[in-house]
């Protein structure tokens, strides 16, 4: 019996005693997660500011509203970070989101069309499919581009805005956001810390063959206004930190909002008068 009686003090007096422990600790527990979740909404708030100050650099609504461009210029390839002496003129129709145009050469005789979920390349042989590699490339980028992360991540309520830090983007002090998919998956954007227009986007992804991770750059310079849109001159892209790409355009060949018409899409329409 006196055994019972006490292990039935024991187990009152640590009772006691967690309950003790948990009247001091749990108010400090509280305290602080109250405290990190405050840290983390000023910190979300914060990426949020930056973002909408780049938007409205951008153009504000006018640049949200676009729905066609037009521009042409100049590209120059590289391999390994190193040119490769491919310099072609290109023209360029966009229709947002998801159509696009593009002639190459001074000819215009290889034309390539990005439909949706479809590539097409057409020249004086036909028109034929792109590769597959080609085709996830571009919706990659498209997946990726600061006009998505705007208008389709920014608007889920579940995606995760975190300011992370300033940064350097091409002696350009800059504020680094990232923005985190509920698939978690992220796109991070730099933009100038004056001007708020972007430097650079940045992503990640993992090869499906192979298993590893690459990440896709696009460096951002050289900003005129064009009928109310900032529009970059210079675009730079990377690939796991070499330059594979530089696009120049053409000063007084871009123009926004022309209505484009459906006809300049027509992928047979294209390949009947591009004859062999």
Request: a neutral charge; glycine letters at 6%; aromatic letters at 10%.
């Amino acid at each position: 019996m006196r055994r019972r009686i006490a292990a039935m003090r024991a187990g009152v007096l640590c009772l006691v005693v967690w309950l003790g422990c948990a009247s001091v600790c749990g108010p400090f527990a509280l305290a602080q997660n109250a405290d990190q979740d405050a840290i983390a909404k000023a910190n979300e708030q914060k990426g949020r500011a930056a973002l909408a100050a780049m938007v409205r650099a951008l153009g504000g609504e006018r640049w949200l509203a676009l729905r066609d461009s037009t521009m042409s210029g100049r590209v120059s390839g590289f391999y390994q970070g190193k040119p490769t002496g491919e310099i072609n003129d290109y023209f360029d129709y966009r229709r947002y989101p998801d159509q696009e145009r593009l002639e190459v050469g001074k000819k215009r005789d290889v034309v390539e069309f990005f439909l949706k979920n479809e590539g097409w390349e057409v020249t004086y042989r036909g028109k034929k499919a792109l590769p597959k590699d080609i085709v996830d490339d571009r919706l990659r980028r498209l997946d990726h581009s600061v006009e998505t992360a705007i208008r389709v991540w920014l608007k889920d309520p579940q995606t995760i805005v975190i300011f992370d830090k300033q940064s350097l983007v091409e002696r350009h002090l800059a504020d680094q956001v990232t923005l985190i998919s509920p698939s978690n998956d992220s796109i991070t954007i730099e933009m100038d810390s004056q001007t708020h227009l972007p430097l650079r986007r940045t992503f990640q992804w993992r090869d499906p063959l192979y298993k590893d991770k690459n990440t896709e750059a696009e460096e951002y310079d050289d900003y005129h206004t064009v009928d109310g849109i900032a529009t970059p001159y210079t675009t730079t892209r990377f690939h796991n930190g070499d330059m594979t790409s530089q696009r120049y355009l053409y000063k007084d060949h871009i123009a926004y909002d022309t209505n484009i018409p459906d006809s300049l899409f027509d992928v047979d329409a294209a390949a009947a008068k591009i004859k062999k």
